[in-house]
């Protein structure tokens, strides 16, 4: 059974940084799609970055894209999302999620996601 856990979350001040890690197992190959939405305080969950391990093509939401970048780990099916210039908007609790299916089920930013890690929180605040 596939399942990802997220790693790296915390507190920092506005303008700073944080990297967070996603780890998935219980699958034994490379998976084809990670990645990360966000669920901000009182808003809908989105999405915010997206990786596809097979193309190495990556996904930046356009709110976030001069700001973060995500990379992969294929080797040992680890994502991270590094954020620098960090905003209080950027509090949130953030999910990873993970897909093993192929490039025949659309760009990684578009998928349905049926793994989901419990979320780690990040807090922006002097």
């Known amino acids: 059974l596939l399942q990802v856990m997220e790693s790296g979350g915390g507190s920092v001040q506005p303008g700073g940084s944080l990297r967070l890690s996603c780890t998935a197992s219980?699958?034994?190959?490379?998976?084809?799609?990670m990645g990360w939405f966000r669920q901000r305080p009182g808003k809908e969950r989105e999405k915010v970055a997206f990786i596809d391990g097979a193309l190495g093509s990556t996904f930046l939401d356009p709110s976030v894209e001069d700001r973060v970048t995500i990379s992969l780990d294929s080797a040992k099916n680890t994502v991270f999302l590094q954020m620098d210039k960090m905003k209080p908007g950027d509090s949130a609790t953030y999910y990873c999620?993970?897909?093993?299916?192929?490039?025949?089920?659309?760009?990684?930013?578009?998928?349905?996601?049926?793994?989901w890690g419990p979320g780690t929180q990040v807090t922006v605040a002097s």
């Open positions: 999620v993970a897909d093993t299916r192929s490039i025949w089920y659309g760009s990684c930013a578009s998928r349905h996601y049926t793994t």
């Open positions: 219980g699958y034994s190959e490379k998976l084809n799609c």
